[in-house]
């Protein structure tokens, strides 16, 4: 059985509230994700969602952990 931590990591993208600054709406807007701003922000959605989220936020310039 999989770590419960490899899953997380497939289905969401942690980063600090200010880093998507501008860009929350259109990460909502072109992909299938929900966007939980208590504390850290986070980007939750499919692994594969996450991935293309993930790829557009690194054509935008922010810095994935």
């Known amino acids: 059985m999989p ?3 490899s ?3 497939s ?3 942690v980063l600090p509230a200010a ?3 501008g ?3 259109d990460l909502e807007e072109r992909f299938t994700v929900t966007i939980v ?3 850290p922000c986070r980007i939750i959605g499919s692994p594969v969602e996450i991935k293309k989220a993930n790829d557009f936020l690194a054509r935008n310039g922010v810095t994935l952990p």
């Open 11 to 13: 289905t969401q993208i």
């Open 7 to 9: 899953l997380r990591d």
């Open 19 to 21: 880093t998507l600054e």
């Open 23 to 25: 860009l929350c709406a």
């Open 37 to 39: 701003g208590d504390g």
């Open 3 to 5: 770590e419960p931590s």
